[in-house]
């Protein structure tokens, strides 16, 4: 049975990459999770998929243009309808400090320059050594730019390519990159390449599956794991399927 970690905790349940998000994840007994991550202004790593403000929080500017202590009091559940309870944007050290029940963290980097890529590798470690979660991280991007840094750079948390579109041979790009993952769009996911990344010694994780019928052919096929925005559904399917 495949792992299964909640898409920005439990995207279809709760507002995305809220405490309230990652507390649903946990509550339906998934205790990995995957995450987006921007710079604040004051360089905070911040737990938010946009650049922009506009679609959770109804703000208008960019996450970079506001210190993390502004983004905290911001109110983040626009991503979810009806949702009742304000939501604010965490922080990752938040995060972390919140929720020492879980396992793993896929942390999805939203970088573009390699200045920036220094800056939030920095700050990731930083979180990681003073929370103790050296075998709990994975930090990915779909960022070349940020790979290659982190590969030049001797960066010591395991990596991961995230791929979409599948233009160039992703198996390549990501051993090229040094990374240990590869986060793979479910479109991508073939028989045939999910072999070859695994006899490369990837562990390949899929994103984002949600339907029952495809959740549990890939789970078949024998992915490592799935991300899913309802991750209660995908753990009573694969315990009846197992």
Not at 4 to 25: K, V
Not at 88 to 105: D, T
Not at 133 to 155: E, M, P, Q
Request: with cysteine; net charge positive; charged share 20%.
């Amino acid at each position: 049975m495949p792992l299964i970690y909640g898409h920005r905790g439990a995207r279809g349940e709760a507002p995305e990459n809220t405490l309230a998000s990652f507390q649903r994840a946990l509550d339906a007994g998934v205790t990995r999770v995957e995450l987006d991550l921007h710079l604040s202004a004051d360089q905070q790593l911040m737990v938010i998929h946009d650049p922009t403000l506009k679609r959770t929080t109804g703000r208008g500017g960019k996450v970079a243009q506001h210190s993390a202590a502004e983004l905290m009091q911001l109110d983040a559940r626009l991503g979810l309808a009806g949702w009742l309870e304000p939501c604010p944007v965490p922080s990752l050290e938040q995060l972390f400090s919140h929720f020492p029940e879980f396992e793993h963290y896929q942390l999805e980097v939203k970088s573009g320059s390699e200045r920036q890529s220094r800056i939030v590798l920095k700050a990731v470690q930083q979180l990681v050594d003073r929370f103790q979660l050296h075998d709990k991280v994975v930090v990915t991007s779909s960022s070349r730019t940020l790979l290659k840094y982190a590969k030049k750079s001797g960066f010591s948390l395991p990596t991961g390519l995230v791929e979409e579109y599948g233009l160039l041979d992703p198996i390549k790009a990501a051993q090229r990159y040094g990374c240990s993952y590869l986060i793979l769009n479910w479109k991508l996911c073939t028989p045939q390449r999910l072999r070859q990344a695994q006899a490369a010694g990837l562990h390949v994780s899929v994103w984002t599956v949600n339907e029952p019928q495809r959740l549990q052919r890939l789970a078949d096929m024998g992915v490592d794991s799935l991300i899913t925005d309802y991750p209660l559904r995908a753990m009573q399917l694969l315990k009846q399927g197992a």
